[in-house]
């Protein structure tokens, strides 16, 4: 158990809704990462926060948005879902930035139909 | 454009056997990073690599870095089946906060 925590496990819905998955970082951590998974993708770096800042952004969609909490947990917003969002969406977390090992939670498994 | 390759992409090797995964990064960078994943679960942290010559071994894994090549290994001895699953690299940058992942390669170790 790395300590991050993502709901809903898993999670189906249809083309054209909007969803949000939740992450809590591990207790002390203040960067979230989001990433996404798929097949033909791999790993896709999406979006980081830094205690409630935006840090850096990677391959993320306009229709995807996210943010930090001051409590520090994050949710990623998925709209207008299209079939091609199905994925696996991981948060990870760390202490501060890279210098620190990063801990992936057991991710969100959308499927979109 | 950052390209993070990694290869083979996959292996199959029998148990006692060794063998070394490679991963090049197209971009200057000074921290490297192992993960293991099993099928269907999250990503576990193996090593971070932090300068260049850094070497780290835990268990039957040793991973290396070699920043002036651009190229990291996982270096695997003598192979057991539990090691079975896809190994990820990926390279983060200290002048921004993301880090890419590699292809990954999908190991399997036949008894």
């Known amino acids: 158990d790395s300590g991050v925590t993502q709901t809903p496990k898993h999670l189906i819905t249809a083309t054209g809704q909007r969803v949000t998955l939740r992450c809590s970082p591990r207790?002390?951590?203040?960067?979230v990462y989001w990433y996404q998974q798929s097949l033909d993708q791999g790993l896709q770096f999406l979006i980081q926060?830094?205690?409630?800042?935006?840090?850096a952004k990677g391959n993320i969609l306009e229709r995807f948005s996210a943010q930090q909490f001051p409590d520090l947990h994050s949710e990623l917003n998925l709209s207008s879902l299209e079939l091609g969002d199905s994925a696996l969406y991981f948060c990870?977390?760390?202490?501060?930035?890279?210098?620190?090992?990063?801990?992936f939670g057991e991710g969100s498994w959308l499927t979109v139909v | 454009e950052l390209k993070v390759e990694q290869n083979p992409l996959f292996l199959s090797m029998q148990e006692g056997k060794n063998y070394t995964i490679y991963c090049n990064y197209s971009?200057?960078?000074?921290?490297l990073y192992w993960y293991r994943q099993d099928p269907g679960k999250s990503l576990e942290s193996l090593f971070v690599?932090?300068?260049?010559?850094a070497v780290k071994q835990e268990g039957r894994l040793m991973a290396s870095l070699d920043t002036k090549a651009r190229l990291s290994t996982l270096h695997i001895t003598a192979a057991v089946h539990d090691l079975s699953a896809t190994y990820f690299c990926?390279?983060?940058?200290?002048?921004?906060?993301?880090?890419?992942f590699g292809t990954g390669t999908s190991l399997t170790v036949i008894p």
């Open positions: 990926a390279v983060g940058f200290s002048t921004g906060n993301q880090f890419y």
């Open positions: 926060y830094y205690n409630g800042e935006e840090r």
């Open positions: 207790s002390g951590d203040l960067s």
């Open positions: 990870a977390s760390s202490v501060a930035g890279l210098k620190n090992t990063i801990y």
């Open positions: 690599l932090l300068s260049n010559g």
């Open positions: 971009t200057t960078s000074d921290r």
